[in-house]
């Protein structure tokens, strides 16, 4: 299996995805740079929601009058900053690029959305304007990230839900399932429960129960899997509750941060090392893709009314190019969550 | 500051110390070394606990005779494995090196212990033998780590207790930043609640009733940190339960291990990243050297009656020499712990 999802378009769809053109850091550039990659790489249909005026010109400027054809500019008058508090701010800009987002995909003019903005304010949108699918309790935030073995892993919930109860794991378990399946094409990735311990009593309260619950799904479940075990790939689906699973990523992120700056303080103590470092920065270079997340797109919001995906504030064209093709793939990732989850299966714990 | 805490002998103390010398990966020669090392730098006096036989061969081929003055070996028959169950073992096992180490400081013998054995089994055997200082409500592992300033930080609880109440968190904050102006001898550290995301109001049940408590403590409180704060050397103290602390302190452990494995590969993919290898070695030594958790000797366990000091497996002998100077030092933490907590101020919340 390769790092990378597969490149195909979902069978027989140009789905249209409508994407927050004022979401990210460098919005909208890395928006419409990556729509228009899309539009050429997948034949997607794209609807640009923002300021009309603004994304009239840049997408002018770059467009060819072919690829402007699959494009749609949805005006929107009003912007949800990075540092707003979410759930005011989703009350409250109601004419937001977000809000008019995901009306799109409610409205059924578009299967999904992506949007690089406020990771808060896009799940209370989401969740609010598109609703859950039937029989999802709670919908769930994966983490997409790569391991040392050229493997995708996937964690959930990282930051939508805190304070879950044991059968919100259990969902989670089934919905990161699918999503694995449908995204990465593996017939039993392996489900592993976040705890402090492998055997089966090893854990706090919530885990414990858990543990009970998802040894008894029809999925490969290998037990509890501890925090060294994100990177080593020997886990495909990480499940946890949202509190654990947050903190888990910030983590990650910065502890990359670090070790980055610390090996890069360490090679200019000394001339052989900057000598050094500049010998090997082709290897640098590819030690850096490696860990590159934009190659996933975002973080796709699982169990809610479409396909969102949530991207980094940093994201870039290629981020931006590959959120919409995995938000198109995630029209069967929802049929396939919908059917296991409204048939009660998570509810009743035996199949 | 100083990455390094200070390396002087507690004041008027030639303090005795147990050391478990059958504890670690390499057992006993990284505990022998590691107390020679003690002897001679700081005038350590230790009780070597374990197999009489084998510890007094191998001391009398490593240390002077004047060196083995300080150093007495306490029998000990049995051994607690690695992987073994530890309630269990500690329950069973009542001559294991371990409990003899515990027996030594109940009985005034040695003022603390270092053992690099199996963490859990430390834990229970300290408890149950040596018991909580008076007004403790949860002994606490505190994991002590290197950040990108050069300073170290400490982050408590990471293991001994899972499912915590807030007035536990409470605890944690004062025994956490009595530990770090001692050992690090720095006069208000910062303290902040693990959480995600900076905000009061952020976090889960836990932290949100336990952020209320810590303001009201006479300390430094920062508010809530995220898991990227970890390693940015903006926070000393950092509080959370067991439960994520351990989950967050295996991740760290195994990304380290991760970023290292990708980063070699990708320098060994071509020949000028192998000369660079080559030509920056020295960088790397030195790179490896900050991330070294050795320096700090373990993780006290704090809320004990006694220094406990539990080392890594895979300790070396400049961990365990390390270990037992903090044991030595814990002797004034214990003291401010017993005088903070036994008057009740983390109970009644108010001053």
Do not use: W
Request: with cysteine; charged share 25%.
């Amino acid at each position: 299996m390769s790092i990378l999802p597969s490149n195909e378009a979902p069978a027989g769809a140009a789905l249209t995805i409508a994407v927050d053109a004022m979401g990210s850091d460098g919005a909208p550039h890395p928006e419409i740079t990556g729509a228009l990659q899309a539009v050429r790489h997948y034949g997607a249909r794209i609807l640009l929601t923002g300021n009309a005026e603004i994304l009239r010109r840049e997408l002018a400027a770059a467009a060819s009058p072919a690829e402007r054809q699959a494009i749609e500019i949805v005006p929107a008058d009003e912007v949800i900053g990075m540092d707003e508090p979410a759930v005011r701010a989703v009350r409250s800009k109601r004419n937001s690029s977000l809000h008019i987002a995901c009306r799109l995909v409610r409205e059924g003019r578009a299967a999904g959305l992506v949007s690089a903005g406020n990771t808060g304010a896009v799940m209370a949108c989401a969740k609010m304007i598109l609703g859950s699918l039937p029989g999802v309790h709670r919908p769930a935030l994966a983490a997409v990230f790569p391991n040392i073995r050229n493997t995708a892993s996937v964690m959930l919930d990282v930051g939508a839900n805190v304070d879950c109860r044991p059968d919100h794991l259990e969902q989670f378990a089934i919905m990161g399932e699918i999503y694995y399946r449908a995204i990465f094409g593996m017939e039993r990735p392996r489900v592993g429960l976040l705890s402090i311990g492998e055997e089966e009593g090893k854990g706090n309260e919530l885990t414990r129960e858990a543990y009970a619950r998802l040894r008894q799904l029809p999925l490969h479940f290998i037990g509890n899997v501890e925090g060294r075990d994100l990177y080593n790939g020997e886990v495909e689906v990480i499940v946890c509750d949202g509190f654990v699973g947050n903190v888990a990523l910030k983590i990650s992120e910065g502890l990359v941060e670090t070790v980055r700056t610390l090996l890069k303080e360490s090679l200019s103590r000394t001339l052989s090392g900057k000598v050094g470092y500049v010998l090997s920065r082709r290897a640098y270079a590819h030690f850096k893709q490696r860990l590159d997340y934009s190659e996933y797109g975002g973080a796709p919001l699982l169990g809610v009314r479409g396909g969102v995906i949530i991207s980094h504030g940093r994201s870039n064209a290629n981020a931006i190019k590959n959120a919409i093709r995995v938000a198109r793939e995630s029209h069967n990732v929802n049929r396939a969550i919908e059917h296991e989850l409204s048939r009660g299966r998570a509810a009743a714990t035996v199949e």
